[in-house]
């Protein structure tokens, strides 16, 4: 889900042959289960692909408060303020934790950041689509967090120590995220005719761009299967995706709102759901940075971070004032 | 002025202020300096929210006509607004923010000091919840102050800008009047003039520790806790706040 | 980057718990912030909880073997769990 633009060297999954004693051994402790830690050896090809994966993950939880908390001051009542304001609240803390994580492997946060905005690494296209109604925080909480929680589950399992911990961390959290999202549609489900608008409208924009989150098919990808031999991916995209849809159809089924794609139907013989595919040509436009969005996104985390250097710099000159005035006594 | 009335008045001050401070704060949410303080934003946003279903709460209480803390922070218009003039106006920097912050930190901990001997048991008691958090956030936002002041020119200057700005709305919350005497008299309040000495104490440690200048002089704006003159900035504030509820009466969120 | 706030690492004692455990780091000007920052970040304002925190630089290490997270959530903010929301049981795990 965090792995746009995420590439291996080689030609595929090394054989056992093939590999140096120092890589079979590595491999092996992965596949027994054990976890990576920071200072352990790992290959080179590993610790980039871990650098991008994680670091694009905390990118997609920072930007993604911006959707959300572009209606905190629009929120209806108190409760549903503080709410929403606790769950982006989350977020950044979520960013936070995976910004950790990264550094362990031996990248500044500040390397990140700057990567970010320069546009040499992505987040999650989802973040590049509007948050139009007070209906679209039900739709992202339910469908994008719920989206998230698929993906991360499984990375609760992930090699990688600092990653897998933060993971535990997240998850916990991400419940109650979906299902506050959840809870504001059938509100508005079984509200005015207005309200109910609201909703299917906000199911219908998100419906694909969700799908899309877990990224096109990667049956013959080979960095995914680099990947998962190392244990950074568990899943395949269409696995993850198809779980989704089989998880959400009965919810959308219960709200009463209307399909977002005519051809959804339960499959008898396979057991799930069979979908649409989203068009992966809008997929593709998102990542290069012409979604809605993007320039929006970017524009307002430049603009964060530029606005924020003098207070950045100013607490930190106070640290150094501060310390050097004790080791003088 | 009867007792209820002014009961309601005061409470009414009480949680305007944190639902407009709380608003405010709220804007930063995706845009400050670093991602510890986006976490910490919102947290004072959530604790001045929290502050406000209670206070706001036990306003409509004691206003009797059924309006609860949402109906009264969503379908009042501005000229029934009774928070001070300092929290409504806009966040400017995060100089400007914290600046304002650790101000009404400041007189909040002094006032809830003496709530927690209020008359009116669950005026004591909404005090003794907030007055914890309270006791966190000034802490807080006195040591942001102090950083800033005295860290690099830049943020000094930002910082002394801020409070320069800030000031003249600073003596609004030590001006009473017949609500604040009632009151008073009730044993439920303190009079806001009481809580001058305490509050400049405090204000001032800080500032000496910031390396900043309290601007001279007494003139201070007025307006806002008797609602007589509210700034240009909060109808804008409730325009947004309250658009929903305004769009779609009825509906239940 | 040599502006770049200092990273430190986060060991928080629970209200029962025994000993302080690691749970993770964030980035302070110094030692107070991070204090502050962990109980924002990491125990979400919960009272009675004891909070250490080390610049990371200064962590001698053996051969890395983090305990794992401590998670405690605030009682107050009843919402943030999963079991406040009232969801039927017919629209599906959640």
């Keep these: ?329 | ?253 | 980057m040599k502006n770049e706030w200092p990273l430190w690492e986060v060991f928080i004692r629970g209200q029962h718990g025994l000993s302080h455990r690691h749970v993770g780091s964030l980035h302070a000007p110094d030692a107070e912030m991070a204090i502050r920052n962990a109980r924002d970040v990491y125990t979400r304002r919960n009272e009675g909880v004891s909070i250490w925190v080390v610049e990371a630089r200064h962590i001698a290490a053996s051969s890395p073997s983090d305990k794992g997270p401590l998670y405690e959530p605030s009682q107050s903010k009843i919402y943030r769990h999963p079991t406040f929301f009232d969801i039927p049981e017919e629209a599906g795990n959640m």
């Excluded at chain 1, 959300?68 to 979520?94: C, F, M, S, Y």
């Excluded at chain 1, 508005?188 to 906000?202: C, F, H, I, L, V």
């Excluded at chain 2, 002089?217 to 909060?234: I, N, Q, S, V, Y």
Aim: charged share 25%; hydrophobic share 40%; with cysteine.
């Design chain 1, 1 to 329: 889900m965090y792995a746009q633009m995420v590439k291996t060297d080689g030609k595929g999954v090394k054989s056992r042959e093939e590999m140096s004693p120092e890589e079979r051994a590595f491999q092996d402790r992965v596949d027994a289960h054990e976890k990576i830690e920071p200072t352990d050896w790992m290959p080179e090809g590993y610790r980039r692909t871990l650098i991008r994966q994680i670091g694009q993950h905390a990118h997609s939880e920072v930007v993604g408060q911006l959707p959300e908390g572009n209606w905190i001051t629009r929120a209806p009542t108190l409760q549903r303020k503080a709410i929403l304001l606790a769950k982006v609240q989350d977020e950044a803390g979520h960013g936070l934790y995976l910004y950790c994580a990264a550094e362990t492997l031996g990248v500044s946060r500040d390397d990140l950041t700057e990567q970010l905005l320069s546009g040499r690494m992505k987040y999650s296209s989802i973040f590049n689509y509007p948050a139009l109604s007070w209906a679209d925080m039900g739709a992202i909480g339910w469908l994008v967090d719920g989206a998230a929680i698929i993906n991360q589950v499984p990375l609760q399992r992930t090699s990688y120590g600092p990653y897998a911990r933060a993971m535990v961390r997240i998850c916990k959290e991400e419940s109650f995220h979906a299902r506050q999202g959840y809870d504001i549609m059938m509100k508005m489900a079984a509200g005015t005719k207005a309200q109910r608008k609201m909703a299917q409208d906000a199911l219908n924009r998100y419906w694909f761009p969700a799908l899309m989150m877990f990224g096109p098919s990667d049956k013959d990808s080979v960095h995914s299967a680099q990947s998962m031999a190392w244990k950074i991916k568990i899943n395949t995209n269409d696995e993850l995706r198809q779980k989704f849809v089989d998880q959400t159809v009965p919810q959308i089924e219960f709200l009463g709102l209307d399909l977002p794609d005519p051809n959804i139907r339960f499959n008898e013989e396979t057991g799930h759901y069979d979908y649409s595919e989203p068009d992966w040509s809008e997929f593709f436009d998102v990542i290069r940075g012409n979604g809605p969005c993007n320039t929006d996104r970017l524009e307002a985390r430049r603009q964060a971070w530029d606005d924020g250097a003098w207070v950045r710099e100013g607490l930190l000159a106070h640290a150094r004032k501060k310390s050097a005035a004790t080791a003088a006594e």
């Design chain 2, 1 to 253: 002025m009867d007792r209820d009335s002014a009961f309601f008045e005061f409470l009414l001050r009480m949680g305007d202020n944190t639902l407009v401070l709380g608003h405010r704060i709220s804007e930063w949410c995706g845009h400050a300096p670093i991602l510890e303080e986006d976490i910490a934003l919102a947290n004072t946003a959530l604790d001045l929210i929290g502050q406000t279903q209670m206070w706001l709460g036990l306003a409509g209480e004691v206003e009797g006509a059924g309006r609860d803390a949402d109906a009264l922070a969503f379908t009042r218009d501005f000229w029934e607004f009774r928070n001070a003039l300092l929290v409504e106006l806009p966040n400017g920097d995060f100089g400007r923010t914290m600046a304002r912050q650790f101000l009404f930190d400041a007189w909040q901990s002094v006032q809830l000091g003496k709530l927690l001997k209020s008359s009116d048991s669950r005026v004591a008691e909404i005090a003794e919840k907030a007055a914890k958090e309270v006791a966190y956030q000034v802490e807080r936002s006195a040591g942001t102050v102090v950083g800033l002041g005295d860290g690099t020119e830049e943020s000094h200057a930002r910082m002394q800008a801020a409070i320069d700005y800030l000031w003249p709305y600073v003596g609004e919350f030590f001006a009473g009047d017949a609500v604040d005497a009632a009151m008073a008299e009730a044993g439920i309040a303190p009079d806001p003039a009481s809580l001058r000495g305490d509050f400049d104490a405090l204000v001032g440690r800080v500032m000496e520790e910031a390396t900043l200048n309290i601007p001279e002089g007494d003139f201070h704006h007025k307006g806002g806790r008797d609602g007589a003159r509210h700034t240009e900035h909060l109808g804008h504030l409730l325009c947004e706040m309250q658009w929903l509820q305004r769009a779609y009466p009825g509906a239940t969120w």
